[in-house]
């Protein structure tokens, strides 16, 4: 059971819809969600794309990424290691996420990794050995990449605030049971609580 299975996003979405703020999502922007709009099957590229967007705004962070595929689609990853830092800081990357993807490129340059025998705890582990990569970059790995069907990351600034305007929540143990609830599809639920961000559109409870 996977995102990049029409089921699966199907099933989600029958499972969610017993929760009014979720069915209203479905109902509005449903058909919009793309849990492939990060995959990338370069690893290493992919995990750099979610540096990239660490701490940045989604617009931005959408013009930085194409200026990035555009310095590097032509080149090997060990070509990519040799760009000096300065160029690439040039498109608008710190020169620490500089390091950051760097350091990861060279790490799976000289690590092959078998992720196909590993849970999702066990992927997260390896990933977050890795020098710039912390708990929200391996959550998001697991979902866009892996197309995990269960992911929700507390360290997302938009989902948490998604929460809190369509839900009216601000205690974090109530905002933890309520994302229990959608077990096992929270990455389609993340998925609807970000495109509510994106596109501004927020659930108002009639009456």
């Excluded at 701490?55 to 070509?79: H, V």
């Excluded at 992911?151 to 143990?173: E, M, P, R, T």
Aim: aromatic share 12%; hydrophobic share 40%; with cysteine.
């Amino acid at each position: 059971m996977l995102l990049n299975n029409k089921d699966t996003i199907k099933k989600g979405f029958t499972f969610l819809s017993s929760d009014p703020v979720m069915d209203f999502f479905i109902n509005e922007f449903g058909n919009q969600i793309d849990p492939l709009d990060r995959h990338n099957n370069n690893y290493a590229i992919a995990l750099s794309n979610l540096i990239i967007e660490q701490q940045i705004s989604f617009k931005a962070a959408i013009t930085i990424k194409k200026k990035f595929d555009d310095l590097t689609k032509l080149l090997s990853n060990r070509e990519i290691l040799e760009i000096d830092n300065e160029t690439i800081q040039s498109i608008g990357i710190s020169f620490r996420k500089v390091d950051y993807i760097k350091n990861i490129i060279s790490f799976f340059e000289n690590e092959k990794l078998d992720f196909s025998n590993l849970d999702d705890k066990e992927i997260s582990k390896k990933l977050c050995s890795i020098k710039g990569i912390g708990p929200w970059t391996s959550e998001m790995f697991l979902l866009f990449v892996f197309h995990k069907p269960d992911i929700f990351s507390f360290g997302d600034i938009a989902l948490i605030n998604s929460i809190k305007v369509n839900y009216n929540l601000n205690n974090h143990d109530e905002i933890k049971e309520l994302t229990l609830k959608w077990k096992p599809y929270r990455s389609i639920a993340s998925l609807l609580l970000w495109k509510s961000i994106e596109n501004q559109i927020f659930y108002k409870k009639k009456g």
